[in-house]
């Protein structure tokens, strides 16, 4: 039986790869541009990217190692971040060492109407537990990302913004913080991150929304639980 | 569109950098192949894009059982993988509507083999004719499937054991015994 299956096996393979084509196929600029920081070889992640992606981007590079030849920018005094500026790249990087605390679980308190915790993907936590995101998304397939950590040497966040996006400096409850508004709401995501020097955590919440919505949202996040 | 947090699970996939260049070739050997196949499957070309996406997220994870990027084995592996989320996606996209059991039909269709127990592996489920391909035609072990596929270890000895059921049927009404 397992000889008969193996040789019919490989005429099956053979059928179904000759069945499809090899010639380039043509991808939106958005698979390319979003793709190729991940195809990046990672000894030249020391070095940020000045990739652009098509949607902005919030991105903690935990595993991009030190970044101490990065010319800040602004430095932000006794602080544990500081931000660098490149043409269409914003970079918080965190310095400091990496508290043993547990990270807590964090909610927003005015959460959006509609939305729920996305069933096909689970709350991703990185290895060393200082960094959560968690996804949320409505029944129009419209997705929230709400997504925090602990700030520490070797942790990045970094915005990617497209042309006509613009950004717009606040605070949340007293915290210093972003805004970054879409300029296509109708097919990406604005973003609010802000930073807790108290708590150490920087956050960011990501989604279909007005500058007035995140701003709201942001204000509202609370501790729900202590791990 | 890929997902900021699939970045980071990519990230956290592939630490070596041996393994980041064999990633690498990987995505640029198999990219176009497997956006055929996705577009196969999902009419919509944004969703094949994702599906494609997700398709290397999942090769990332299981790069550890890819050590030949131009291995037929490789190659696929990078069909098969894409084949399923392109179907995952799909079901996704018709959440909300009363999917027959013909869901299984939808797959990736290509002309008949010859021989009749080709044929008959043809005429599987895909996630059936997929794991006979892997297993049987590629040599992957159980283990390596059961990250591959995303599966456990009970279910691979299911699919093996329902497959080979449902060939026999085949079989059978072909006129044929084994």
């Not at chain 1, 949607?55 to 005094?77: M, N, T, Y």
């Not at chain 1, 602080?79 to 918080?92: K, M, N, S, T």
């Not at chain 2, 996606?89 to 013909?102: G, N, V």
């Not at chain 2, 390596?144 to 456990?152: A, R, V």
């Amino acid at each position: 039986m397992r000889d008969i299956l193996c040789a019919a096996a490989l005429e099956v393979r053979d059928a179904m790869l000759a069945s499809l084509p090899e010639e380039p196929c043509a991808v939106s600029s958005g698979f390319e541009e979003s793709l190729s920081p991940l195809l990046a070889d990672l000894s030249a992640a020391h070095r940020p990217s000045l990739r652009k992606f098509v949607e902005k981007v919030a991105i903690l590079l935990l595993l991009l190692g030190c970044f101490s030849f990065a010319s800040p920018a602004v430095r932000a005094g006794m602080h544990r971040w500081y931000l660098e500026v490149r043409e269409d790249v914003r970079i918080h990087y965190f310095t400091g060492d990496l508290t043993d605390d547990p990270l807590p679980h964090y909610a927003i308190g005015a959460f959006p109407e509609g939305y729920y915790l996305s069933p096909e993907r689970e709350t991703v936590e990185s290895a060393s537990g200082s960094f959560r995101s968690i996804r949320y998304e409505n029944d129009e397939g419209k997705y929230l990302y709400f997504d925090y950590g602990y700030m520490h040497q070797g942790a990045a966040s970094a915005v990617y913004l497209d042309e006509g996006d613009t950004m717009i400096e606040t605070t949340v409850n007293g915290c210093p913080a972003e805004i970054y508004l879409t300029a296509t709401p109708e097919t990406s995501r604005s973003l609010i991150t802000w930073i807790s020097e108290e708590e150490n955590v920087d956050f960011s919440i990501m989604g279909h929304f007005s500058a007035e919505e995140l701003v709201e949202m942001a204000e509202s996040v609370y501790i729900e639980k202590k791990r | 569109m890929a997902e900021v947090t699939e970045m980071l699970i990519y990230l956290q996939a592939i630490p070596d950098p041996p393994e980041q260049q064999r990633f690498r070739r990987i995505y640029d050997r198999y990219r176009d192949l497997m956006l055929h196949t996705a577009r196969r499957i999902l009419t919509d070309p944004q969703d094949a894009e994702d599906a494609v996406q997700e398709a290397f997220f999942a090769i990332a994870r299981n790069i550890s059982s890819l050590s030949d990027p131009e291995s037929s084995r490789t190659r696929s592996y990078a069909v098969i993988v894409t084949e399923r989320k392109a179907i995952d996606l799909y079901r996704r996209r018709k959440r909300q509507e009363a999917l027959s059991l013909q869901e299984e039909s939808y797959g990736l269709d290509f002309p008949a083999p010859s021989g009749v127990v080709a044929q008959a592996i043809a005429k599987l489920p895909p996630r059936d004719r997929e794991f006979v391909i892997l297993k049987y035609a590629e040599g992957y072990t159980n283990r390596e499937l059961m990250g591959m596929l995303d599966l456990s270890y009970a279910a691979i000895h299911s699919i093996d054991h329902r497959m080979k059921q449902r060939l026999r049927a085949l079989l059978r009404e072909e006129g044929m015994e084994v």
